[in-house]
C-alpha cells in the first residue's frame, strides 16, 4: 500500500512541502509507544491451545473455553471465530472511496505481514490468511487449513 493513496498523509505531506513522505508523517505523529504498539499489529505473537493457533490478542482461558464448548472442539471454527483484526473497530475510516480502498490495503498489508509471521512461528503448518471487506470495513483473519 501506498500511504500517499491515504488522503490524510497525501494532505500532510503536499502541505509540509519539500521532500516529506510516510517516514516524516510517522515522526511528526508518532511516538516510540505507537511505533512499539504498530510493530505488534504487524508481527503479532502466538498461543496453541487444544489443537488451536490463536493470535495472543486474542486468547483468554475463560472465553477459549467457552467458544470451545460451544462450538464442540472445532479448531477450525474456533479460529475462524478468534483470529480477526476488525480494523473499523481501532481506526475511524473516513466514509469515502479512498479512504475504505485504502484501509482495506492496509488490512491486505496486515494480512500479509501475519502470512509471514505464521510461516516462521509454525513452518510445519499452513494457514489461510485473508483481508477481507465487510458491510461495517476490512477484517484480517486466519484459520490453520486441516
Known sequence: MDPQSI???RRWTQETGGDTDYLDY???RAGLGDWAALSRVFMPEFVEA???VL???VYA???FRTWHEHLKGDATAIEATLNQLRLWLYIDIPEDQESERGALALAE???ASWRRSLREAFPDRAFEV??????DGPVVSFVTMR
Open 7 to 9: 488522503p490524510e498523509v
Open 26 to 28: 510517522l515522526s511528526q
Open 50 to 52: 487444544a489443537g488451536c
Open 55 to 57: 493470535w495472543d490478542r
Open 61 to 63: 482461558p475463560d472465553n
Open 109 to 111: 498489508d496486515i494480512a
Open 130 to 135: 485473508s483481508a477481507t471487506e465487510t458491510e
